[in-house]
């Protein structure tokens, strides 16, 4: 989810979307967006908005969690409020700031919890390993909305945009990964990583 979804509801327009499976968490009511996989096919989408289009009341709805009380997602406004960081909020870090201080928080809870455990073996046992899964980041390989892949034309942009980040952005994980377990501190050392999995993942192609 970005800035694609969350402008146009700032400007009070109702999305048609496709994307993340947790789309549905982070949104303010279970009326505020149109999800493209709702529907069984593209002319049951279309058929779908054209009804908006010719019933307003109908349309009016998707936006009555701009009125005082429209907002009845609890998890949203738990997560809102207690939140560590902010958007335009000088009293708070940004997200990103607000993420690194949370990875650091973990490390030196880490190296303190494994000093305890050095320094006292018989009474403070090993700290269990924080290790991330699939389920914590992971993505399926991207598929056309409607249609299968093997559909698509190979010289089609979709295919060339969206696959080919797909498999990049693994690429650079297993590099970092790979960084992270040699104790690799030169940043420029990164493309080399990069390239060797690159490599390899064509090589068995």
């Not at 207690?82 to 940004?94: I, S």
């Not at 046992?125 to 389920?135: D, G, K, R, T, Y």
Request: glycine share 6%; with cysteine; charged share 25%.
């Amino acid at each position: 989810m970005t800035e694609k979804l969350w402008r146009p509801m700032h400007l009070g327009a109702v999305p048609v979307y496709r994307g993340s499976p947790s789309v549905r968490d982070w949104m303010p009511n279970n009326h505020s967006i149109i999800l493209i996989d709702d529907f069984e096919s593209p002319q049951k989408l279309a058929e779908f908005i054209d009804f908006l289009d010719k019933n307003d009341e109908e349309y009016m709805k998707y936006l009555a969690y701009k009125q005082p009380g429209g907002i009845t997602n609890q998890f949203l406004l738990d997560s809102l409020k207690h939140r560590e960081w902010g958007v335009n909020d000088p009293l708070l870090p940004n997200y990103l700031n607000g993420f690194e201080c949370f990875v650091c928080d973990h490390e030196l809870a880490r190296l303190a919890a494994n000093k305890a455990h050095g320094a006292s073996p018989g009474d403070i046992p090993v700290p269990e390993p924080h290790i991330a899964q699939p389920s914590h980041m992971d993505c399926p390989v991207p598929k056309p909305g409607f249609g299968s892949v093997e559909e698509i034309p190979e010289n089609d942009s979709w295919k060339e945009m969206w696959l080919q980040d797909y498999w990049q952005g693994l690429d650079q994980g297993e590099a970092l990964t790979a960084m992270i377990h040699n104790n690799e501190t030169q940043q420029r050392k990164f493309w080399d990583y990069l390239y060797e999995i690159f490599m390899k993942r064509n090589q068995n192609l």
